[in-house]
Structure formats: C-alpha cells, structure tokens
C-alpha cells in the first residue's frame, strides 16, 4: 500500500523559510516524478514543483521559481520542499504527490499525501 506522508507545515510570517518533508512507502518509486501541489480556500489546486525520484531535471511553477527548491533523499525515501522568502499568497494546505510521469495537472497524479497546512502572515 503507498504511502506518502507529509510533514513540516506550520505559520511563520511573510519572510521566512520553511521545508516541508513526504515520506514515501509501499512501493518502488525508481520510475516515477514526486510532485508538490498546493491548494487555498476557494482555488483549485496547483502545481508548485516536481522532481524525478531517480533525479534529474526539476520543474517548478513561475510563482514559486528562485524562491523554492524541490529535492529528494533516495536514501530516506522521503522528498522535500525548502521554501524560502516566503509571501502570504503561498498559503495553502501543500500535498505532495507521485506519478509515472511528469504533469503539471493534478487529476493525473495516482497518489497523494494527506497534505500539511502552511500559513504566512503578512
């Protein structure tokens, strides 16, 4: 059964940095892309980055892009999500997500965390 748990959430002012953490079991994700998507009150849920488990090129959304940075420990099995200079518009409840192949589209994703909330205060 897969797994992906996500942690690292919390309120922190407009400014600061947080990393976020998915923790992933259940199955060989060799040949799959570990996305981060986020969703806030009222508004679809997004992309926001994704990495290839195996490594490789990462993707990440123009809002996001020179603020966050996705990464992956293969050792640990667990994905990460730095986020740095962080602005009230990043709040959100953050999922993090795992498909074969890349998409920006979350429909497409065949698993997902529970999600962890972030709130950033102006």
């Known amino acids: 059964q897969v797994q992906l748990v996500e942690s690292g959430g919390g309120l922190v002012q407009a400014g600061d940095s947080l990393r976020l953490s998915c923790a992933a079991s259940?199955?060989?994700?060799?040949?799959?892309?570990m996305a981060w998507f986020r969703q806030a009150p009222g508004k679809e849920r997004e992309f926001v980055a994704a990495?290839?488990?195996?490594?490789?090129?990462?993707n990440y959304a123009d809002s996001v892009k020179g603020r966050f940075t996705i990464s992956r420990d293969s050792a640990k099995n667990t994905v990460y999500l730095q986020m740095n200079s962080l602005k009230p518009e990043d709040t959100a409840v953050y999922y993090c997500?795992?498909?074969?192949?890349?998409?920006?589209?979350?429909?497409?994703?065949?698993?997902w965390g529970q999600g962890t909330q972030v709130t950033v205060s102006s």
């Open positions: 997500a795992a498909r074969w192949m890349l998409s920006r589209g979350p429909t497409e994703y065949n698993y």
């Open positions: 259940g199955r060989t994700f060799n040949n799959y892309v």
């Open positions: 990495i290839p488990w195996s490594g490789g090129s990462t």
